[in-house]
């Protein structure tokens, strides 16, 4: 393992058992099994580091959505189930990670990055069109099921996760059509 990735998959394991605040250099180096000062020499300040945190956290994103869309899906919601049990099963740290990193001052990053990684997934080859309109409330609900599964190990069936995105799609869709 290249000794960068190290230390960022070292700073998602901080971030996701210690939250933002328990995210130092020291914590890092410590954790990572490395020298003191190993971390500051890669990422001079914590945004450096908080940064790279943030695009590594996108690369592995962008990489599933990419990897998932190949499959053709019916709907977003069959394309959104899919994501967040992936996501569940193979990064549950980064989704605790992440959820730290929202309310972090140096994390503005992942911020605004949420709407463009959800973008990013509409735009992809085998994944019905999603109105722009309805992403927010399709990530604040996204969200909160892939913290909860992270953190509670709360458990949906596909069909019916699919069923409520579809549905919260649908709804801000009609809502858009019924205003004047």
Do not use: C, W
């Not at 908080?50 to 990419?66: C, F, G, T, W």
């Not at 309310?103 to 109105?131: C, H, M, Q």
């Not at 596909?158 to 919260?168: C, M, Q």
């Amino acid at each position: 393992m290249k000794y960068k990735t190290l230390v960022v998959e070292s700073a998602i394991t901080v971030l996701a058992e210690s939250g933002s605040r328990g995210l130092t250099h020291r914590a890092v180096d410590a954790l990572a099994g490395i020298p003191p000062g190993s971390t500051s020499n890669l990422f001079r300040t914590r945004r450096e580091l908080v940064e790279a945190v943030v695009s590594q956290l996108l690369h592995i994103d962008y990489d599933r959505m990419r990897s998932l869309s190949a499959i053709g899906y019916r709907s977003p919601g069959e394309f959104a189930a899919a994501f967040v049990f992936e996501t569940l099963a193979l990064d549950r740290q980064a989704v605790i990670a992440r959820a730290a990193l929202l309310t972090d001052p140096d994390a503005g990053a992942i911020r605004d990055a949420r709407k463009n990684l959800l973008n990013f997934g509409a735009s992809l080859d085998g994944v019905p069109e999603v109105p722009e309109t309805s992403l927010r409330i399709l990530l604040a609900f996204l969200d909160g099921v892939l913290l909860d599964g992270a953190l509670h190990g709360a458990k949906f069936a596909p069909e019916d996760l699919a069923a409520a995105v579809d549905g919260i799609l649908l709804a801000a869709s009609n809502r858009r059509s019924a205003t004047p």
